[in-house]
């Protein structure tokens, strides 16, 4: 389903279709000194808004589908680096490398390393004039649980110890995992450059100060008002449509 914002593009250029479409009816007697306003230049700039929104709808499923893959590839993540941990437990390595490991671990997961206090935990602190403050530990954008992700594998290459008998938890197939992880983070990456453009260049077609598609459909709107009035069939057919700048 199409965001608000998306569906909002398109509906201020088919309000501009229709200014453009009332002041052609208009006749001679809509002939307003600004270029930019004139009927021609109304439905040329409605014209090019709407190649420019295609332009990002056409970019989009590339960048949603690549979005989709790497969100599907991380998935097994969490269980799978817990099975992990309790893989190298289950060794006579010490106590302060499976320390590390947790650390990593939790990172890998997004888990804090301490309960995040309740409310009612936080007015205890607060009666008893402590100063609450917590620090958001949250590590879980794809490139921080990659990195994690690789210092876990990198420990683990260095923990002699360590070679579990399923295939799954071995370092080459850990080594394998995170090489697909960052291929698909990494398509990411590259269809949101194209996608990014798209919807710069729609945003300076549409919302630009002055010159964009919203500016110029009030700036005739202005002009529609002085010269037939306030009150006048004219104004009124154009007042209801509206032009507004939406989330990008």
Same mark, same amino acid.
């Given at each position: 389903m199409a965001s608000?914002?998306?569906t909002g593009h398109?509906?201020?250029?088919a309000?501009?279709?229709?200014?453009?479409?009332?002041?052609?009816?208009?006749?001679?007697?809509y002939?307003?000194?600004?270029p930019?306003?004139?009927t021609?230049s109304?439905?040329?700039?409605?014209?090019?808004a709407r190649?420019?929104?295609n332009?990002?709808?056409?970019?989009m499923?590339?960048?949603?589908?690549?979005?989709?893959? $790497?969100?599907?590839?991380?998935i097994?993540?969490s269980?799978?680096?817990?099975?992990?941990?309790?893989?190298?437990?289950?060794?006579?390595?010490?106590a302060?490398?499976i320390?590390?490991?947790?650390?990593?671990?939790?990172?890998?997961q997004? %888990?804090?390393a301490?309960?995040?206090?309740?409310?009612? %935990?936080?007015?205890?602190l607060?009666?008893?004039?402590?100063?609450v403050?917590?620090?958001?530990s949250? %590590?879980?954008?794809?490139n921080?649980?990659?990195?994690?992700?690789?210092k &876990?594998i990198? &420990?683990?290459?260095?923990?002699? &110890?360590?070679?579990?008998?399923?295939t799954?938890?071995?370092?080459?197939?850990?080594t394998t995992?995170y090489?697909?992880l960052?291929?698909k983070?990494?398509?990411?990456?590259?269809a949101?450059?194209?996608?990014?453009?798209? $919807?710069l260049?729609?945003n300076?077609?549409?919302y630009?100060?002055?010159?964009?598609?919203?500016?110029t459909?009030r700036?005739?709107?202005?002009?529609?008002?002085?010269l037939?009035g306030a009150?006048s069939? %004219?104004?009124?057919?154009?007042?209801?449509?509206?032009?507004?700048?939406?989330?990008?």
């Amino acid at each position: 389903m199409a965001s608000t914002s998306e569906t909002g593009h398109s509906k201020n250029v088919a309000n501009m279709d229709e200014l453009a479409s009332f002041t052609l009816g208009y006749g001679p007697a809509y002939n307003p000194t600004k270029p930019s306003i004139k009927t021609d230049s109304l439905h040329e700039i409605s014209t090019i808004a709407r190649k420019a929104i295609n332009e990002v709808n056409g970019t989009m499923p590339v960048y949603s589908n690549a979005v989709a893959d $790497r969100e599907a590839a991380f998935i097994p993540i969490s269980k799978l680096v817990t099975r992990v941990l309790n893989a190298l437990k289950a060794t006579d390595t010490s106590a302060q490398v499976i320390d590390n490991a947790k650390t990593l671990v939790r990172k890998i997961q997004g %888990q804090r390393a301490t309960p995040k206090k309740t409310p009612e %935990q936080k007015k205890v602190l607060e009666a008893a004039g402590k100063e609450v403050v917590e620090i958001s530990s949250s %590590q879980m954008s794809f490139n921080s649980r990659m990195e994690s992700f690789d210092k &876990l594998i990198k &420990l683990l290459t260095n923990v002699p &110890l360590y070679g579990p008998n399923e295939t799954d938890l071995t370092i080459d197939s850990l080594t394998t995992l995170y090489n697909n992880l960052r291929d698909k983070n990494a398509a990411v990456l590259s269809a949101a450059i194209p996608l990014s453009n798209a $919807r710069l260049t729609r945003n300076d077609i549409l919302y630009k100060t002055d010159t964009g598609l919203i500016d110029t459909a009030r700036n005739a709107k202005f002009y529609i008002k002085s010269l037939f009035g306030a009150t006048s069939p %004219q104004y009124k057919q154009v007042s209801k449509l509206g032009f507004r700048k939406y989330p990008v």
